[in-house]
């Protein structure tokens, strides 16, 4: 089954070249923009360690309520380096950033293969995620309706989900896409719902070096489309699923177009869970998802235990390719955390929690 699976998305992955050369993508025009990377010092990681107030978490609320004091911690004893590269990725002048070398537990447990585990057994790595979104000021966030209503999200292999298309998933490939394109991307209207998530945040906790995390920067997919197709994928000519994550009986969301400027004019793209509806937006699409995937742009970030990646999720797209798991308590464990800029609280949930926000 396995092998099928491997030789059916080798095949989709020919065509996608056979197409790219037929529709003549200019590759020799692609410049890979390089991902920003810090690395902490063996102080600064030993610093934060020992600063780390390590609060009781018995609940999502108290975990997400101690944020600011996490990051008061982390600020004392991270460089100004670190420190203006999460400036600059809360200001968009940088998409994507690797900050690498944050000091670990002794004794991790083994990975939680069905997603869920009591938050004092990883309080370190979550005071880490906490504090270093309020540094940037993001919002750590989950939606309702995806996650179990869960901000935390474990990205394992789950034996439940093995050829699911999802960070759970482990037979089937992510191809490039953002999270949760449903929903409002760059100068959309957040007053009836909320955003997609702003950022993406996943700590290593256990790595495989073969399965790395995938990240394409929209920038440099703009940079070897034609202009017309540009203009194409900025029309409202594309149905927006929202993803399996969200469970069985997606519904399409909206009618929305692929590229959406934010407040500087600067394009966001919602690639993931789309359908063209025309033509036009189908030629679009196809070449759009064909530069998304291509080797020449997607950067693959092997994260070690202890390395951290954040991503603009409105101006990168992210993926990972299939995997064989163990379940042998060492597979493959990100912590990740959705941010979100300027949080507001009409986008609350019917459930109340400042943390679950509308999906
Ligand atoms: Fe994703």
Redesign the pocket.
Known sequence: MQLILFWKFRGILNLMNALSKAFSLNYSAAKKTSIAECFLTYKESELIDANLPVLEKRSEIEAWNQAKTCAEKIRKSISDDVFNNLQKLRKSEIPALVIRGFQLPKKLPPTPIDGRISLEKISGPLEILLGIFDIFDATPVGYAGENEDCFIRHVVPSKLALEEVS?HGSLMP?NS?I?NPHLPIGVESCEEESPAPNYIGWLGLRCELDVPTSVVLLEDVLAILPSAVIDSLKKPIFEIYRPPSFGAGATNQRLAPILVPDHTGKLCTRHGFAEPTNSEASHALSLFSIAANSSDLTHQVILRPGDLLLINNQKCM?GRDVFQPRYDGTDRWLLRFYGVQNWRPQWMSSHQLPYLVKG
Do not use: E, G
Request: aromatic content about 0%.
């Open positions: 960070s992510l896409h999270d992210h």
